[in-house]
């Protein structure tokens, strides 16, 4: 069976997020280390590691992922910026690494007035900058493992790169350091990409096409969420499981894929409660209980 689990907020502590997704029934969690929306964030202390740690061995939640924040741009070509992205990227690291967990998920970034070329060659070049300044910050213990980086899939509105499959190859290789990356694939932001996902065949394509360009075994989580728009939109708006363009069969798909029956998948949904048969649920738990509904026994 995949691994379930959703974003949950760390408001009020990084436990909070591990014990929302516990009550919902999650097997995983992702979370932010800090606000996304903002640089600056206080250091984590060693009892907020603790507790984080605690919880998720007391709630039996395993592999969590933290997402970067949203004002990185490792592909900028305004230097301020780009200086900006990567000291801040190592803390995302330093982090991760002090809250004990070993996988962080990040958009590949903006070429804005340059080109997708020059904004792949900066993000590499960005990530030999950060494994080195990691590095040299965090003495590393020899049995210790290092953060894993995750290089999502994204939708390709205006200038993001990673709505090809070869962006996200190209940054990877021509990085010093390609053996700590993998990759997250978001239904929703791969949709609207162009990579149709709703007919078996089709889903089946799409699937050969990422083993093709990356390799299916670098594939590392998911990220599942519906799309409002459809596909080639290139528009990134998440909808309910089933509620938008994908519509339930690429999460049959996906649910039932042999080659994902370990691999994490978060539900990035919207937030909220609905009313199911005069009963009101949390949308976590109608997602999750769609994706269980998907599972053939
Ligand atoms: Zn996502």
């Known amino acids: 069976m995949p691994l379930f689990g959703a974003h949950m907020s760390i408001s009020g502590g990084y436990n909070k997020a591990v014990e929302a997704a516990a009550v919902i029934g999650f ?7 800090k606000n996304s ?21 007391t709630n039996k939640i395993i592999r969590p992922l933290i997402h970067d924040s949203y004002l990185i741009n490792l592909a900028s070509p305004k230097d301020e910026l780009y200086q900006k992205s990567i000291a801040a990227f190592v803390e995302e690291m ?12 990040m958009h590949p970034g ?11 060659q900066k993000a590499s070049r960005a990530f030999d900058e950060i494994f080195q300044k990691y590095n040299d910050l965090i003495q590393t213990a020899e049995n210790r493992k290092s953060v894993m980086i995750l290089l ?11 709505s090809k499959f070869e962006h996200l190859r190209d940054i990877i290789a021509g990085c010093q350091k390609p053996e700590r990356f993998g990759v997250c694939v978001d239904t929703c932001h791969i949709f609207a990409a162009g990579y149709p996902l709703i007919e078996k065949e089709d ?22 969420n519906d799309s409002i728009k459809g596909l080639g939109s290139r ?18 798909h996906i649910v039932n894929d042999k080659r994902f029956q370990e691999t994490p998948m978060y539900l990035e949904t919207p937030k909220g409660a609905t009313m199911i ?5 949390d949308w976590d738990l109608a997602n999750l209980n769609m994706l269980k509904n998907l599972q053939d026994l």
């Not at 070429?111 to 070329?117: A, C, G, P, R």
């Not at 048969?277 to 649920?281: A, F, L, P, V």
């Open 277 to 281: 048969d005069d009963k009101e649920i």
């Open 27 to 33: 097997d995983c969690v992702q979370l932010f280390s």
């Open 235 to 252: 528009v990134d708006r998440h909808a309910h499981i089933g509620c938008g363009a994908l519509g339930l069969e690429p999460f049959r």
């Open 203 to 224: 889903y089946e394509q799409t699937m050969q096409k990422f083993e093709d360009v990356i390799g299916l075994k670098h594939l590392v989580a998911f990220h599942l």
């Open 152 to 162: 999502e899939t994204t939708a390709g509105q205006g200038t993001n790169l990673g």
């Open 37 to 57: 929306n903002q640089w600056k964030a206080k250091p984590i202390t060693d009892e907020e590691a603790e507790k984080f740690q605690f919880s998720l061995r």
């Open 94 to 105: 330093v982090r991760a690494e002090k809250l004990g967990v070993s996988h962080l998920v």
């Open 110 to 120: 903006s070429y804005t007035e340059s080109s997708e070329s020059e904004g792949i």
